[in-house]
């Protein structure tokens, strides 16, 4: 009897690419494009979209579910996924993609050819392990007229146990310390010490281009330099959606 036989799961159609692309803007938001590429002769219909990978928690799922995306014959198409907690007991993987196509749920590999998991698993990772001693999140704006500075506060709270020091803050493409020219502010927070403290950052435009705001990807996430026990690395530290406006206000009035 030849009904009786399992049915296999269909495979990702020939000729249709997939790979995993992460754009400036997908960062803040921890957000990824899953983009197809078909190179068929056939429209392609794309329901759920989900990418799995050791090294995440759960699969990354498709931003807006519900939604159906037609790719044209010919057309590239990226797909919009919200990234999932990373799996920290794990370094390496390789990352699987699952579409769902009206013949049913199509599986296969996904390049990453951008590397977009290993430094973002590496990054959260770390952030992760340095949270169990050193909390940092920005708390407070006050904006200023040109030429002063404006003040973002960084507030620090320490455990007072753990080998983790917070060396530094970076300047954004938009953003840097005043009066050190594009440098890196130097830092000096060791967990070892409890306590709770607010580090005012000296922050003027770093551009005044008429795109500067408009265009903005990246320009209020900063990059943290660190050292876990005896190891350094850097983290990335982003204000928030409403600190994010005011900051962008603040630099179109600065920047007049």
Avoid: Y
């Avoid at 769902?100 to 590397?115: F, N, W, Y």
């Avoid at 005012?200 to 265009?215: G, I, K, S, W």
């Avoid at 983290?235 to 600065?254: H, Q, Y």
Wanted: proline residues 8%.
């Amino acid at each position: 009897m030849t009904g009786c036989a399992p049915t296999a799961e269909p495979a990702i159609p020939d000729g249709v690419g997939v790979s995993l692309m992460q754009l400036r803007s997908d960062v803040a938001a921890r957000q990824a494009q899953v983009r197809v590429v078909n190179g068929t002769d056939a429209a392609i219909e794309i329901g759920d979209v989900a990418v799995a990978d050791d090294r995440f928690a759960d699969a990354a799922q498709r931003a807006d579910p519900g939604r159906t995306t037609i790719v044209r014959p010919g057309a590239t198409v990226d797909i919009r996924v919200q990234l999932p907690a990373m799996a920290c007991e794990t370094d390496a993987g390789a990352p699987t993609v699952a579409l769902t196509l009206p013949t049913g749920v199509a599986r296969g590999p996904i390049d990453d050819t951008l590397g977009v998991i290993a430094p973002l698993h590496e990054r959260e990772c770390r952030a992760e392990r340095l949270a169990e001693d050193v909390s940092l999140t920005f708390a407070d704006f006050e904006p200023s007229a040109n030429p002063a500075p404006a003040r973002l506060d960084l507030v620090v709270e320490t455990t007072g146990g753990g080998e983790a020091l917070v060396t530094g803050i970076r300047p954004t493409n938009l953003l840097m310390f005043d009066g050190l020219g594009g440098a890196p502010l130097p830092l000096d927070i060791d967990s070892a010490s409890a306590g709770v403290g607010v580090v005012p950052l000296p922050v003027v435009p770093q551009r005044c281009d008429p795109h500067a705001v408009q265009e903005d990807k990246r320009g209020t996430v900063f990059t943290v330099d660190v050292e876990i026990d005896g190891e350094p690395g850097v983290i990335e530290l982003a204000a928030d959606d409403e600190l994010r406006g005011r900051i962008l206000t603040w630099v179109s009035a600065w920047c007049a």
